[in-house]
């Protein structure tokens, strides 16, 4: 079943605010819209600059300390 816009926001909103406040939460949506972001191409030059085993390391730790998010079909 695919996942509604709705459900997208607020998904969204919710892991911003899991990391910034409120404030920078909304200056990040305001800049991505004014600022004619391209997730894209900020996607590439973040990852281009990691190795694999860094960017594995990463998602590592990441889902160490988040086992909740962890999907189902990945072994730790």
Do not use: H
């Not at 990691?50 to 730790?61: A, G, H, I, L, S």
Request: hydrophobic share 35%; charged share 35%.
């Amino acid at each position: 079943m695919e996942t509604s816009a709705a459900e997208v926001l607020t998904r969204g909103m919710e892991c911003l605010l899991e990391k910034m406040s409120i404030v920078d939460a909304e200056r990040f949506l305001f800049l991505v819209k004014t600022e004619q972001f391209d997730y894209t191409k900020w996607q590439r030059t973040y990852f281009d600059g990691k190795t694999r085993e860094q960017t594995d390391r990463e998602m590592e730790e990441y889902f160490r300390a988040n086992p909740e998010k962890v999907p189902p079909d990945i072994l730790l």
